[in-house]
Nanobody, 116 residues
Framework: QVQLVESGGGLVQAGGSLRLSCAASGTALIFNTMGWYRQAPGNERELVADITFGDSTNYVDSVKGRFTISKGGARNTVYLQMNSLKPEDTAVYYC??????????WGKGTLVTVSS
């Protein structure tokens, strides 16, 4: 079983920065992709960014140039550096991981609130 635990959310003013972290624990910690999704009130959950086992990255257009996804040295940790935050970035951010067997794991989420 795999557990994903997010941290780093909080309240920040527009233009500020936050760094989200997600640590995976459990067995068989090899993932094809790890990533971050977000869900704002009344909206569907959307992909923000993901990173493959080979370190290829993908971003939703609205965060390109502002957010950076990366993996830790142990490769069972993923980070999301968020700069130039906007009020529309306010959401619960969820960590996601997919393993080679097709299993998908989710964290419980961390709230990011950007005030104007």
């Amino acid at each position: 079983q795999v557990q994903l635990v997010e941290s780093g959310g909080g309240l920040v003013q527009a233009g500020g920065s936050l760094r989200l972290s997600c640590a995976a624990s459990g067995t068989a910690l090899i993932f094809n992709t790890m990533g971050w999704y977000r869900q704002a009130p009344g909206n569907e959950r959307e992909l923000v960014a993901d990173i493959t086992f080979g370190d290829s990255t993908n971003y939703v257009d609205s965060v390109k140039g502002r957010f950076t996804i990366s993996k830790g040295g142990a490769r069972n940790t993923v980070y999301l550096q968020m700069n130039s935050l906007k009020p529309e970035d306010t959401a619960v951010y969820y960590c996601n991981a997919r393993n080679p067997y097709g299993n998908i794991y989710w964290g419980k989420g961390t709230l990011v609130t950007v005030s104007s």
